[in-house]
């Protein structure tokens, strides 16, 4: 009797198409390289022994830890590689800049109609559908808020299953142009909560920013992607067991809760925190900006000494993302410099993911957040004279003089 051997269908077309994508992205890589070369003969070479600056603020930290080397090992390899492949993508959004100090910020904001032309001159450079990989489309909450290809977070390929590698999530750079400094994300949706667990684990996430509700105005904005602690507090996500330790609501305007995940074959344990901000409206931005900043400031005091990415994500992950993530650069940038580049913060995070700080009331907002911690900040000491401490000769320089600044 003649034995079958044949592969069923299904399996023969996912092999194909793996090994074919898997050497069409090492020639391309290849091509890049050779590229990166031309324009950098000083490409970056990875050193895992030197100390490594994630970005600003809530990215403002380098780790040491040799137990972490693993967290960017596979990606700063690529790191120069990635920087020459986006030139022509970025060449979509130029970069803007307009510095501001804060007596300019409220010059501004006395001005709505040109904060309202600044924002309407930033490119959205939206992705289209030709950006997803074909069948992708359903892992999608909406059809027209899609993550740009060059930046697009890839999840591990899971055997036979087919696009098991997308989510709708784009990594974002800190000030400091780290290329992993946050994941921009849309609320997960019923179908792609997996999904989420798994870019949390894959990127060794420990922290977790939400900013919308559940449900807003009757519509659903966000799938439920933790226990439900009047039924349980530990539920499955894939290969991941997720129990939540501790709900803490001290605050009116945020919850914040402690989730203990392990991966049930590698019988490997982390901690999650997740912060949800519930103060913004259903419609338009928060009258103040106090439940923001304290909100903010929360999250920078728990994660400086985190080295993986925070993810952030609203319902379509672009507005309200936008505006947390480009306030939390911001706030580096006034401590910093004493002063801040809303428009080249935003345009450089509309470069990573297309339509970040999605409406122009949410641009004034983020200016007004701004303002609001610069006067919180501690103005500089002006510069002042001292006398000198020892009598200074005559001299026929009538210019002569100490001065300290």
């Not at 997308?166 to 142009?177: C, E, K, P, V």
């Not at 997960?188 to 999904?195: G, H, K, R, S, Y």
């Not at 009757?218 to 067991?241: E, F, M, S």
Request: aromatic residues 8%; neutral net charge.
């Amino acid at each position: 009797m003649k034995r079958n051997t044949t592969v069923p269908l299904s399996l023969r077309q996912f092999c194909c198409r793996w090994f074919t994508r898997r050497r069409e992205d090492e020639e391309k890589e290849g091509l890049l390289t050779r590229d990166a070369q031309l324009l950098d003969d000083t490409a970056p070479q990875v050193q895992t022994n030197q100390p490594r600056v994630a970005g600003g603020g809530l990215r403002e930290r380098a780790s040491v830890n040799n137990n972490n080397e693993d967290v960017y090992s596979d990606w700063e390899r690529r790191d120069h590689v990635r920087r020459v492949a986006r030139v022509g993508f970025q060449s979509r959004v130029q970069v803007q800049s307009h510095p501001l100090g804060q007596d300019e910020i409220e010059t501004l904001l006395q001005n709505p109609a040109t904060l309202r032309k600044e924002y309407s001159s930033i490119p959205s450079n939206l992705a289209t559908m030709a950006d997803v990989p074909p069948g992708a489309e359903e892992k999608n909450r909406y059809k027209d808020i899609l993550p740009n290809p060059q930046t697009r977070v890839s999840l591990f390929l899971k055997f036979a299953v087919a696009n098991s590698d997308y989510i709708n999530a784009n990594f974002i750079r800190g000030l400091q142009d780290s290329e992993r400094a946050y994941i921009a994300a849309q609320g997960p949706l019923p179908w792609t909560v997996d999904d989420f667990w798994r870019m949390v684990w894959e990127q060794k996430t420990s922290v977790i920013v939400m900013v919308t509700g559940l449900e807003e105005r009757r519509i659903v904005k966000c799938a439920q992607y933790w226990p439900d602690p009047h039924v349980t507090l530990t539920a499955n996500y894939g290969d991941l067991n997720v129990t939540l330790k501790k709900r803490v609501t001290t605050n009116p305007n945020y919850t914040v809760s402690h989730f203990h995940v392990t991966h049930r074959e590698k019988l490997v344990s982390r901690e999650v925190t997740h912060f949800w901000f519930t103060a913004w409206p259903d419609h338009g931005v928060p009258s103040s900006t106090e439940p923001a900043l304290q909100f903010l400031s929360h999250i920078r005091s728990h994660a400086q000494d985190i080295p993986a990415p925070i993810i952030v994500h609203c319902s379509a992950g672009i507005g309200r993302t936008g505006v947390f993530i480009g306030a939390d650069m911001g706030m580096t940038q006034l401590e910093k410099e004493g002063q801040v580049d809303i428009l080249k913060i935003v345009s450089t995070l509309r470069q990573d993911r297309g339509g970040m700080v999605q409406t122009e009331v949410q641009y004034i907002f983020l200016h007004q957040l701004l303002l609001s911690y610069a006067r919180q900040l501690p103005s500089p000491p002006p510069p002042y004279n001292v006398e000198p401490m020892f009598p200074v000769p005559p001299s026929t320089d009538a210019t002569r003089h100490v001065t300290c600044t």
